[in-house]
Each structure stands twice: as C-alpha cells, then as structure tokens.
C-alpha cells in the first residue's frame, strides 16, 4: 500500500483556463516552483474571459453594485504595468491613475484610517515591551519582599520565564481564537490580560500571588504577539508592508526604554518595584479603547467568505476604490489556488501540514530560523539581564538602571532607520549586514570585562553593548515579525505565526533560565563569546534558508516559498557569494547578479524587447 504524500495538488485540466485565470497548462502548484516565477494568477485570460469571471465572481460574492469598478481593478491586476493604457468602458479617470501612479511615486501618502490601525498595533508593541522591562527593575527588589532572595543561582532566576513559557501556550491558542473572533477581536482580548493581571501584580503579597499574575499576562502577550503583526501585515500595502509592519519591534523597543525609564523615575521610591511592575497597564488603556476603531482585515473576511465586509473595510485602508477592486480580485484569484488546503483541514491539520506541505515547510523554516536567530544574537542576554551585566562590570546598582536606560535608548532610535531600509535594501540584507557587526560588538564588549576595574573598563563595556544595540535594531530586531507575518498563506497563517512566536518565546524561556549558570561558569567574557559564536551560526542559517520578501503581495510569496530549499541554497553559493566578493572584495563595479526570481511581467518585457532588436 502506497504511502499518502500530504501535498497540493495542481489544478486544472489541460487547455483550459482555471476559475483564477492561470492556464491549467502551467499546472498551478504552490508546492514546487523550480523555475523561480513570480506568476500572476490573471496573466494570459483573454478580455472577455476575464470579464465574465469578474461578473461571475460579483453575483458569487455580493457585490454586484461594484461590478465596473471590479471590472478596471481586475484589468489593473492583470497588467499593472498598462493602467494608463486601459480603453473602452474599463479606461480608468485620472483621480484612479493618481492614486495608482501615487503607490510608486508617495508610497507614504495613506488614508488616515491605515495610519490609525498601525499606530493601535504600534501600542499593542509597546504593552510587549513595557511589561518586559517593568519586571526586569523588580527583579532585584521584591525577591527579599517575598522572602526568596539568595545567593544561589537558582534563586536569581526573574520571573520572566514563566511568563514566556505562558506565552508560548498562549502562542498556541491564537490559530482558534482568531478563527473564532477576528484580528481585532482577538487584539481586544489580549488587550485585557496585559491589563488586569498586570494592575493586580502591583497589589500581591505573595510570591505565588504574583506569579499567578505574571503567568496570566503571559498568555495575553503570546496570542497578541501572535497576531498583532498578522494584522498589520493584512492591512498594509506591499511597497511599504515591511516598514508598516516593523513597528511591532520599533514600538516594542520604544516600551523597553519608556520602562526602563519609569524604573529610574521610581527607584528611590518606597514602592519602587510595585509601581514598576504596575505601571505598564497604562499603554493597555489606549490599546483597548482604539482598536475597535480600525477595520477588520479584510483578508480575514475574505476567509470567513464575507466579501461585503472585506470591501467595506478595504475601502477604510485604501485612497481610491480601483484600490480596493484591484486588491480584493487579485488576492481572491490567488487565495482560491490555496482554498484546497484551507477548505480540508482543522487546527490539528493545520499544525502537521506546516511542516508537511512543501510551500509551508520552507515559509516554517524561514520563520523558525529568523526567530530562533533572535534569541541566538544575545540581545535577550542584555534585555534580561542587563542589571547584572553592569554590576559586574564595576557599576553601582542605580549606575546600571541608568546604562539600561542608554542601552533602551539605542534599540529604540536605532530602529528608525529600517522604516527605510527594509523595504529597500530588504529583510535579508539588513539581516546579514547585521549580525557580523553584531558578533564582533558581543566579543569586544566581552573581552573589555578583563580589563582592570577602573572608568576605562566600565566605558568600553558600556560603548560595546550600545553598539551592539545599534546594529541589532535596524536588523534582527524588526525583521522576524515582520518576516514570519508575511511568509505563510492565508489558510496557515495563524498557526503558523503562532509557530514562529512560539519558537521566539520558547527559546528566550532557555536562555533566561540558562543564561545565570552560563554566566556563573564562564563570567562575562566567556558567555558574551557564547553568544557572539551563536551570531555567526545564525549568519550561515540566514545565508542559506532565509529568502527575501521585500515588495511581493502576500499571495506573490507563494511562488517564492514554492523554489527547492536545495536550489535556494545552490543559488547563494554559485551566484551570490561569487558576485559579493567581485563587488565588494575586488572593487569590480561592473559585476552583475543574474536574479534568482523572474516575474511573469519581467519575461514580457524581454521577449518585447528581444522581439524589437529582431525587427531593427
């Protein structure tokens, strides 16, 4: 008896078109994608074709009224190099072409309604961050509070790795609550454990008391991290969907220093660590009240089959209805290439099929890696632990809060510049421009705590962690989010962002429990050059697993999570290293680099343009 391989199957007969517009000719499979096309699901139906489908999918969908703006919107999709070309009832007005030559020309220029959303899930972030830092100043208050302080490293242990291992089983719950209640739903809910839990935490008497509160909270962060930048990333336009969706880890950072903060602010004070522990409900506030002001998904309604719903709240997001009709025809013609998967499988499915179907497979392994790497770069070392690392470098106790403070400071304004460059430069390469400056920074920072007590040795260690957080912030620090937000499908994207913060939380659960034994056996110089060798471990995972999504709509990226790892890999060592060191090693400017990638719009325009040298 044959096994049964768990896989997608192609669609489509021989010589004829397929209900998304791609000829079943080409056999349609998201699970293998050796030539390395981009394809565009509407390339190549006739007009009248296409026409047809459009009208059939408004009658199908509900939305009749929209039928001449769908009917441009899918002209748009389908060549969205000729908008300005469009003729017959289907020609597009000037205010339309404004806004569609605006997406390349002002990327910027938003509906204030997008704005709001991601300044909402900017302060869902900065709860993330806040709550982090305000147990990181009580740490070294409320264990003689509660009668287990001691010298053991056992007993230095914080907190905070019960609340990860609680996020990582909130991580869990975020595919079916999502499922059941929405993007903002699920948002609103969260919202309330990083509220109430965290108020109670100023108010207990008792150890377990507060660790009852801290594992409360710690579900709530796992399912809002789970699906905050989800809902960013459904929500923005692919030209600027990096740096839209980054502002999880730049707001996250902005929470770290504003605690940080506080904890200076109150040091002195009697109730110094209930008011650190206490105080970030504050951003919670806010994130409560707003969120129910910005638009559901509408890729979310698109699931759930409620296109009235999507269009309405697409409306909200977009600057122009041709938007909206482009958009919601375009995601539909690729979303019901992957509704083979999603219309046969439950939670339980879902889960094993990360891991089994091959398009989903490779987005996983990216995910996985671009996550696990943030652990591996040693900034939750200095995050957690950054107190003990100063005292032991010669600071006084407030001396240290203060150089967490300026360690704060740096990850947040050095976050700035990937508003930017992610979109430009693109995810990978901020990642591999960063963690070899991230490795030797770590190293140097570690191999100045053997230098003689003294202010040289306290500056140089001070210097290099700030360095350190310079190159982590533009880099690994906004990347993973936004990269494991964006890379599964539709049908698998809950589960498999949960996956991805899953293995983040889980893994900054170890070293939070690892890292004082590490610590205690090796001192500073021997567990800064732990981590500094875990970056370069990280570099050559990122080199050969990690492919760029910079630009591409979500549905684009199934064709790019559809190339063979093997070829992926292949690809860097024949291709790009050869071509890097020709660039930037032996200063040949005139180096070229064959893409690996070729857009279906792309080979037009070589066959034009081979056609036209022919006929001169």
């Not at 703006?69 to 060549?79: F, I, S, T």
């Not at 963690?435 to 230098?451: E, I, R, V, Y």
Request: net charge neutral; proline share 6%.
């Amino acid at each position: 008896m044959s096994e049964k391989v768990d896989v997608i199957e192609p669609k489509g007969v021989e010589g004829r078109y397929l209900e998304t517009g791609v000829e079943a000719a080409e056999h349609v499979d998201i699970n293998e994608n050796p030539e390395a096309r981009i394809k565009n699901p509407l390339k190549g139906i006739p007009r009248e074709k296409l026409m047809r489908d459009v009208e059939a999918f408004a009658q199908e969908k509900g939305l009749t009224e929209h039928i001449p703006l769908l009917r441009k919107g899918a002209l748009v999709a389908q060549n969205p190099h000729d908008f300005e070309d469009q003729d017959g009832d289907e020609a597009l007005d000037e205010a339309e072409k404004v806004a569609l030559r605006d997406e390349i020309t002002h990327r910027w220029r938003m509906p204030a309604r997008l704005f709001l959303t991601i300044a909402t899930c900017s302060i869902g972030a900065a709860v993330q961050g806040w709550d982090q830092t305000g147990s990181n100043g009580a740490n070294i208050f409320f264990p003689e509070y509660y009668g287990i302080s001691s010298e053991s490293t056992r007993d230095r242990l914080p907190g905070r790795p019960w609340t990860d291992i609680l996020a990582f089983i909130g991580c869990w719950l975020a595919d079916p609550i999502n499922n059941w209640i929405g993007r903002r739903g699920v948002i609103f809910v969260s919202a309330h454990f990083c509220l109430w839990p965290v108020i109670g935490s100023a108010f207990c008497h008792t150890w377990w008391e507060q660790l009852i509160c801290r594992l409360l909270m710690g579900v709530g962060m796992g399912v809002k991290a789970s699906t905050v930048p989800i809902y960013a990333a459904e929500n923005a336009p692919a030209s600027i969907r990096g740096a839209l969706v980054m502002s999880w880890q730049m707001w996250t950072a902005f929470g770290i220093f504003l605690g940080t903060a506080i904890n200076l602010a109150v040091f002195y004070h009697p109730l110094n660590w209930r008011l650190m522990l206490g105080a970030p409900f504050i951003p919670a506030v806010p994130l409560i009240c707003l969120i129910y002001l910005c638009p559901e998904s509408p890729r979310w309604y698109m699931k759930k089959n409620r296109y009235p719903d999507a269009w309405n709240s697409m409306v909200r997001l977009r600057n122009n209805p041709i938007q909206v009709a482009r958009d919601m025809y375009y995601i539909h013609s690729q979303l019901s290439i992957e509704m083979e998967i999603m219309n046969k499988s439950n939670y339980v499915t879902r889960f094993t099929q990360l891991f089994t179907i091959p398009r989903v497979r490779r987005a996983s392994l990216a995910a996985f890696t671009v996550m696990i790497a943030q652990q591996m770069c040693g900034i939750n070392i200095i995050a957690f632990y950054s107190t003990t690392v100063f005292v032991q470098s010669g600071y006084t106790q407030f001396q240290a809060m203060l150089c967490s403070f300026g360690f704060g400071l740096v990850n947040w304004l050095f976050a700035f510049p990937a508003f930017w460059t992610i979109d430009t430069f693109g995810r990978r390469s901020l990642l591999l421009f960063t963690f070899p400056n991230m490795m030797w920074t770590l190293l140097a920072a570690g191999l100045c705590t053997l230098l003689p007590f003294g202010e040289a040795r306290t500056a140089l260690v001070a210097l290099f962690i700030f360095l350190f957080a310079a190159f982590y912030s533009p880099g690994e620090g906004p990347v993973p989010f936004t990269y494991s937000a964006e890379v599964y499908p539709l049908s698998h994207r809950e589960v498999g962002m949960g996956f991805s913060v899953a293995t983040c939380l889980f893994w900054a659960a170890v070293l939070s429990m690892t890292f004082p034994f590490i610590l205690d056996r090796l001192e500073t110089v021997g567990a800064f050059g732990l981590y500094a060798g875990f970056n370069l471990v990280a570099f050559v995972m990122i080199f050969f697993l990690v492919p760029e999504t910079k630009q591409r709509t979500l549905e684009e990226l199934d064709y790019v999570f559809a190339v063979p790892t093997r070829k992926f890999a292949s690809y860097q060592v024949t291709e790009a290293a050869p071509w890097w060191f020709k660039r930037y090693a032996l200063f040949q400017r005139d180096a070229v680099l064959e893409p690996l990638y070729h857009q279906d719009d792309d080979e037009d325009v070589r066959r034009t343009s081979s056609t036209d040298k022919v006929v001169s």
